[in-house]
């Protein structure tokens, strides 16, 4: 049972190029996250999908994108990377809540991505 | 301007004493609290959880306590060991904002042998 696994684990990017980091999980969750994490900042939400075909914008979305285009993966695409995307970078996925009912979140071992 | 506060960016413990991580937040509309522990090249893992309808939940060694009048939280481990080493995240989830969770900044607990 593999959970959430994140690809690639490391990467180097000189600044411009672009990249595109998989996350996968095999819970059957509908719901799926991507977080960065800065020194002091803790986890700050990118971008997220309540269900296959669906994206929607979290706290700092701007240099990204993503898509979903099946339930168990979720894309995040950075077009032009700059040094301030250099970050590590979480995957995260979850059940739909029911109002009587938490489901929480289920991380990827993380993808630390450095822009030089 | 952070919702979900950790105001000590570490801790250090002896082993066998207790430790007490504390955590407070702004918004008034977090029905939900998490603790997360993270490991050096690990994703967080959950820990514990408390709903906003409660003011405490145990579980073995963990114990969160909601106070919601001073929207102060707090994660007490007893006893702690040295295998408690590693940063604890504080989160918030506001129900009809969705189901997205804020995250504080953490706190790196040590606990010494």
């Known amino acids: 049972n593999a959970g959430v696994t994140q690809t690639p684990k490391f990467r180097v990017l000189k600044t411009g190029q672009s990249m595109t980091l998989l996350c996968a999980q095999d819970?059957?969750?509908?719901?799926m996250y991507w977080y960065r994490q800065d020194p002091g900042m803790g986890l700050r939400l990118i971008h997220y999908?309540?269900?296959?075909?669906?994206?929607a914008k979290g706290e700092v979305p701007d240099g990204y994108n993503v898509s979903r285009l099946k339930k168990q993966n979720f894309l995040l695409g950075l077009e032009s990377a700059a040094p301030s995307q250099t970050s590590v970078y979480f995957c995260?996925?979850?059940?739909?809540?029911?109002?009587?009912?938490?489901?929480?979140?289920?991380f990827g071992s993380g993808t630390r991505l450095t822009v030089v | 301007d952070q919702q979900v506060k950790q105001n000590s960016p570490s801790l250090s413990v002896q082993e066998g004493r207790i430790s007490i991580l504390n955590c407070d937040y702004t918004?008034?509309?977090?029905?939900?609290f998490l603790w997360y522990k993270k490991y050096p090249a690990e994703g967080p893992t959950f820990l514990i959880s408390?709903?906003?309808?409660?003011d405490k939940n145990e579980d073995g060694r963990f114990t969160v306590f909601l106070n919601k009048s001073a929207k102060h939280l707090s994660l007490h481990i007893v006893p702690s060991q040295p295998g408690d080493s590693a940063v604890y995240f504080c989160?918030?989830?506001?129900?009809?904002?969705?189901?997205?969770?804020?995250f504080g900044p953490g706190t790196r607990l040590s606990v010494l042998p």
């Open positions: 995260a996925s979850s059940l739909r809540d029911r109002p009587s009912e938490f489901y929480g979140y289920t």
């Open positions: 918004n008034s509309m977090f029905d939900y």
């Open positions: 819970m059957n969750h509908e719901y």
């Open positions: 999908s309540v269900g296959e075909g669906t994206t």
């Open positions: 989160a918030a989830r506001a129900y009809n904002y969705g189901q997205n969770f804020v």
């Open positions: 408390i709903s906003s309808i409660k």
